[in-house]
Structures are given as C-alpha cells and as structure tokens.
T-cell receptor
Framework: DAGVIQSPRHEVTEMGQEVTLRCKPISGHNSLFWYRQTMMRGLELLIYFNNNVPIDDSGMPEDRFSAKMPNASFSTLKIQPSEPRDSAVYFC?????????????FGEGSRLTVL | GEDVEQSLFLSVREGDSSVINCTYTDSSSTYLYWYKQEPGAGLQLLTYIFSNMDMKQDQRLTVLLNKKDKHLSLRIADTQTGDSAIYFCAVSGNTGKLIFGQGTTLQVKP
C-alpha cells in the first residue's frame, strides 16, 4: 500500500523565491496535517484539514504561508516569499477520523533549505 | 495551551532497558501515543495507551501512565542498536489536536 507521498524530498532555494510543497494522503483518509520540524522548535502543527476543509490554521506562522486542499487526494503548502528562517523539514500526515483518536501516518518529509 | 515535555537525550548500552519519560498538562486526552522517528524518515506510531489504563505491554515495549501526575513513560527492554531513533510523546489536547513533545533522542551504544 502506498503511504503518504510528499514532494519534493529536498529543495534548496534562494530567499524571496516561492516554494510549493506537495502531499498525496493515503486513499480513504479524511484528515490531512502539515507539520514543520526544526531543531529549535521541534514538531509544530501548521494546519489541518478535515474532508478537504481547513479546520485549524492557527499554527501557520504568517501570511507568507498558505495551504490548500483542492480534493481528497492532494494538498499543497506554499511559502511566498521564502526566508532563511523557513528552513526546516515539512511533514504531511493523514489519518482516518480527525487525528485525535486515530493513528497519524506521516510522509517522509520535504527538507527545505532557504539560502 | 497544551504542553508536552520530554527530556531531549538518552544514552544506553545495548541490552539495557531504556526509559523515556513525558509529562503533559491537559488531562482530557483519550489516547496517549508514542511515535518513533528514524533518521531521514517521518514519524511512525509505535504504541498507544487508552487513558483509563495505567499500563500496556507490547513485546519489548511497556507504556506506563500515571494520570494523577500526568506522566507517561515508555520502557524498551533489551534495547538494540536498531532502537536508536527519536521518540515522541503525543497527546490529544482539549482542542482535539494531537500535540507532540520535543522528542527524545535515544542513542544505543554497542
């Protein structure tokens, strides 16, 4: 079975450029989560969707970050313009049932470096 | 808001037991989880415990829950080098979101 698929796995870009990270959740899962992991701040929840609708985006750091889920099988996290402090590993995860009682399945992450 | 705290690092010798500890602030969690992250990979659910239990054993893993003290621990018996990873405690807070601790890096020395 295919797990959560993220792309790109690695991205190096220059400050000011637009970055788009992509995620394909596990088929049949109705919740999707975007997390950011850094050494300093650990694992932070940025936003989560339930049935393609954003439920809580309180973790999105600022207006430069946006996330969409146009359908049940695809989500994007966009950073525009990117800054060096956005360098992190970004994880997408999906679950069946909202994530608070069920298991979260994580992708392998997208490692972003902003120079 | 919900806070989940873990020690950052634990080093043990192969064959010894490892105990990773976690404390949390919100007691409304129905389930409490341990996730494992191997290098270069995402997190994977290792085990979980229902909040009305105080212990759960699964092969080499033992989870202990002290609800009064809001303390969760993960014991790994006969720790192997393949157990080297980052271990995350997670609880579902009163908002329903899953809140992760900072992660404990377990180093297993041969």
């Amino acid at each position: 079975d295919a797990g959560v698929i993220q792309s790109p796995r690695h991205e190096v870009t220059e400050m000011g450029q637009e970055v788009t990270l992509r995620c394909k959740p596990i088929s049949g899962h109705n919740s999707l989560f975007w997390y950011r992991q850094t050494m300093m701040r650990g694992l932070e929840l940025l936003i989560y969707f339930n049935n393609n609708v954003p439920i809580d985006d309180s973790g999105m750091p600022e207006d430069r970050f946006s996330a969409k889920m146009p359908n049940a099988s695809f989500s994007t996290l966009k950073i525009q313009p990117s800054e060096p402090r956005d360098s992190a590993v970004y994880f997408c995860a999906s679950s069946l049932g909202g994530g608070n009682t069920g298991e979260l399945f994580f992708g392998e992450g997208s490692r972003l470096t902003v120079l | 808001g919900e806070d989940v705290e873990q020690s950052l690092f634990l080093s043990v010798r192969e064959g010894d037991s490892s105990v990773i500890n976690c404390t949390y602030t919100d007691s409304s969690s129905t389930y409490l989880y341990w996730y494992k992250q191997e290098p270069g990979a995402g997190l994977q659910l290792l085990t979980y415990i229902f909040s009305n239990m105080d212990m759960k054993q699964d092969q080499r893993l033992t989870v202990l829950l002290n609800k009064k003290d809001k303390h969760l621990s993960l014991r790994i018996a006969d720790t192997q080098t393949g157990d080297s990873a980052i271990y995350f405690c997670a609880v579902s807070g009163n908002t329903g979101k899953l809140i992760f601790g900072q992660g404990t890096t377990l180093q297993v020395k041969p």
